[in-house]
């Protein structure tokens, strides 16, 4: 690469019914080259036991109708073993995740306190209290008995009451959270009496969205797309941190935790990263400004494209952007430089050095985690100049597309491998020190010098033959998906 010099500076109502339409819109990343997951295989075929692909995972994308006739079929079923009602059926499915074969079990061996743990049902002692009085609890009014409603506790409430009390709760989003008003009381509020209670349809139709959007997210193998104004439903057979993707927004994103797709790291590790690079804005405005000075002549620079091997054609310069050392002394190790080095007497000094060790330890991981961030930014721009170059090509008679389409393919190939990367550095950031660690750095190591030939033969496509890029395509990927079998294990 080289461098700029740079101054300082659907087609129904039901289906398109939408359970988060009270969320927020996110923004989408500008820089994304889109299903870069798709499309390369044919280049980068693997043979034998490399077939073998750690991020192959089954889903399908359901409709909000497919969704609740899945929802319907499980709550029937239930209803009729349980000799329940389908809206007290459906609260112990959402107690218990939705898994039948447990709520079976129980069943078996004691129905009662099934129900019990469900909060639908009473503990025996507190199902024993008998009110007569025909005063309300809340309001302390005298009403006349058949205005007096109470779930399987007892605890009696005018009907006025508890209208206002599911109104306020619905409005404010609840949905299977409605429960009794006595106090310390936890039984849960069956649909079927709640749904008489509400005053308007616009209501109802709310508590109607709260209610599916609990049961999906309470059902272990469902998960609701968080793309925006997104109605479809992920379903899956076994719960994993894996990549999915919805086949009508097309948003990508970890099943488990419903946020950006992070492997190899794991969902409570990527929250705790990124919680702390939020903490730490200025830090990281600091280092996004994304310049550093030439180690040959102190001019400010700035990177034009995502690969790291910088080419200063001003004074013959072959370096590297992340430790600025000269890349022919890099070799096979080139990649040490992207392993950070602990100081082995950091826990015998004072407070403050502790703090300085590990300020410095945080800037070394953020630093390469927003370079690579960046870097797929500038390969997107690569991609987009790729599309434009074939285009050109077909348009002259010099080929057709499917003749081209290996650039775009590596070009994709490069941001999947990337990407994949850059997620590689919160995982070594909370990885404590040992063998385990040892290896993963040097898997680390080996995929990002890869990548990095890759990049570099991306961005002078026409410099190298179609075998030549197509192989760099392979050994790359093959050394992503060796760290992800051995590291991306939750």
């Known amino acids: ?5 740079n101054s300082q500076g659907s087609d129904s109502n039901e289906e398109d019914y939408d359970p988060n339409c009270e969320e927020e819109e996110e923004d989408e990343d500008p820089g994304d080259i889109e299903d870069y997951y798709d499309g390369v295989a044919n280049d980068v075929e693997q043979q034998g036991a490399d077939a073998f692909d750690p991020e192959e995972y089954q889903f399908t994308c359901l409709t909000y109708k497919e ?72 309001c302390m009014q005298f009403v006349r008995k058949e205005n007096l409603l109470s779930l399987a506790c007892q605890h009696q409430f005018c009907r006025s009451c508890w209208e206002q009390h599911c109104t306020v709760l619905v409005k404010d989003g609840v949905g299977v959270g409605v429960s009794c008003m006595a106090q310390d009381c936890l039984l849960r509020t069956p649909e079927d009496f709640v749904f008489p209670l509400l005053p308007s349809e616009e ?12 049961y999906v997210e309470s059902h272990y193998q469902l998960q ?21 993707q919805c086949n009508r927004c097309n948003e990508v994103f970890c099943f488990k935790c419903r946020q950006m797709y992070h492997a190899p790291t794991d969902c409570a590790t990527i929250r705790k990263w990124l919680t702390k690079c939020a903490d730490d804005s200025e830090t990281a405005n600091y280092i996004s400004a994304h310049t550093k000075d030439c180690p040959k002549c102190n001019i400010c620079i700035e990177k034009n494209g995502g690969c790291n091997h910088m ?41 403050q050095a502790q703090a300085r060790e590990a300020l410095k330890k945080y ?25 434009e170059k074939i285009q050109e090509r077909v348009m002259n008679n010099l080929g ?14 490069l941001a999947k491998c990337r990407y994949t990367l850059q997620y590689t550095y919160p ?32 961005e002078r496509a026409d410099s190298y033959d179609r075998g030549d890029l197509e192989n760099q395509m392979h050994i790359a990927e093959q050394r992503r998906r060796t760290l992800l079998k051995d590291f991306h294990d939750t």
């Open 203 to 214: 209501l109802k139709d709310k508590y109607r969205r709260y209610l599916f959007r609990d």
């Open 427 to 458: 995982y070594a950031y909370y990885m404590e020190s040992g063998p385990r660690k040892k290896l993963f750095e040097y898997q680390q190591a080996q995929l990002e010098a890869e990548i990095e030939n890759l990049s570099w033969k991306v």
């Open 311 to 351: 080419g200063f054609l001003l004074f013959s310069a072959d370096f590297c952007w992340m430790c600025l050392g000269d890349w022919k002394t890099h070799g096979s190790e080139y990649y040490e430089c992207s392993r950070y080095k602990e100081n082995p007497d950091i826990v015998n000094q004072s407070q």
């Open 67 to 138: 969704s609740e006739s899945t929802l319907n079929e499980h709550m029937a079923s239930l209803a009729a073993t349980l000799k329940v009602s389908h809206a007290v059926a459906k609260l112990v499915l959402v107690s218990f995740h939705w898994q039948i074969s447990e709520i079976l079990e129980r069943h078996k061996s004691n129905a009662a306190q099934l129900l019990v743990e469900a909060r639908v049902q009473p503990t025996s002692s507190k199902h024993a209290m008998v009110h007569s009085s025909h005063h309300c609890a809340v």
């Open 224 to 244: 609701l797309c968080p793309g925006a104004d997104c109605p479809m439903v992920i379903q899956v057979q076994e719960p994993k941190a894996r990549r999915v």
């Open 400 to 413: 057709t597309w499917i003749d081209w389409q290996y650039l775009q393919n590596a070009a994709k190939l």
């Open 363 to 387: 800037l070394f991981y953020f630093e390469r985690w927003e370079n690579h961030n960046k870097s797929l930014q500038l390969e997107a721009q690569t991609y987009q100049r790729i599309q």
């Open 1 to 5: 690469m080289s461098v700029d010099m």
